[in-house]
């Protein structure tokens, strides 16, 4: 996968976090193409080391 479409379902896992809380891992998953919830899991955890998404 290109590094282009990462940042793109990076921001994306971000959008969706951010307005629609309440949604589990694997609904976000399906709301981006059916990626693996571990990917999902994987995006989370480096938005929030950079400060993105807090806890």
Do not use: W
């Not at 940042?7 to 896992?13: A, E, F, M, Q, Y």
Request: with cysteine; aromatic share 8%.
């Amino acid at each position: 996968m290109s590094e282009q479409a990462t940042l793109l379902r990076t921001l994306k896992i971000l959008m969706l976090h951010n307005h629609h809380f309440g949604r589990s891992v694997h609904e976000l998953a399906r709301m981006c193409d059916d990626i693996n919830p571990r990917t999902v899991y994987r995006y989370i955890n480096t938005l929030r080391d950079v400060g993105f998404v807090s806890g």
